[in-house]
């Protein structure tokens, strides 16, 4: 006996699959500018279950973002999104918790994934799932204020997932270089606002 609604459900389970794979690409790097979380920690205590669970508690945002955006990609948890915003880093996990911690009061940490080829749109970086072209290459950085003072200028390598990060002073809008074999691109990035993007993945090498 035939059974219709078998190809049917099959379906539909490929269709919400889909949707939950493109859910967590968008929560990772997102395609515009989504509405930033609210950071108002003081009215919300940090979960430290959470944290316990992950292997991250008595870490704060700055010790997070380093553990986590310079771990080897075959090592990132894949039950755990961790998604850098100006004033916050917002944790996520596949159970339905979130938290968050404080961003540093004077800076604003940026992903910068330089690429030759191929690259994805991104706006608020996520440390456990977004990947850029260049893996474990040095490349020079420069960064230069709008008032000519350069904040930047050394060779740093990108980390295993093809980005390389920097601590940026708020308030600042600045000019980015990147060199790397003969190539160079350059982008603006900003931190005068509370939504301003924190990944950047439009500096091309040409």
């Known amino acids: 006996m035939n059974h219709p609604t078998m190809p049917r459900r099959r379906n539909l389970m490929v269709a919400a699959t889909a949707t939950l794979t ?11 500018s989504p509405e930033p979380e609210s950071t108002s920690i003081g009215s919300q205590a940090v979960d430290t279950d959470f944290l316990a ?14 553990r986590l955006d310079t771990m080897p ?15 916050a ?5 596949d159970q339905n918790r979130e938290t ?5 009061e004077d800076e604003v940490y940026i992903s910068i994934a330089p690429y030759r080829d191929q690259t994805h749109d991104c706006y608020f970086h996520s440390l456990t799932t977004c ?10 950085v420069t960064l230069t204020g709008d008032d000519g ?30 060199e790397h074999e003969g190539q160079t691109g350059t982008a603006t990035i900003s931190t005068m606002n509370e939504d301003d993007p924190t990944c950047i993945t439009t500096l091309q090498l040409t």
């Open 131 to 140: 990947l850029g072209e260049l893996t474990n290459t040095e490349v020079q």
């Open 149 to 178: 003072d350069v904040l930047v200028d050394e060779v740093r390598p990108t980390y295993d997932n093809g980005f390389v990060g920097i601590w940026v002073p708020r308030g600042i809008e600045a000019t980015l270089t990147i």
């Open 22 to 32: 493109a859910a967590l690409v968008l929560a990772g790097c997102a395609t515009s």
């Open 100 to 104: 968050q911690l404080p961003m540093p």
């Open 89 to 93: 880093l917002v944790l996520s996990d």
């Open 53 to 66: 669970d992950h292997d991250l508690d008595g870490l704060d945002a700055t010790q997070v973002i380093e």
């Open 73 to 87: 990609v075959a090592d990132r948890p894949a039950d755990l999104i961790a998604s850098v915003q100006p004033g």
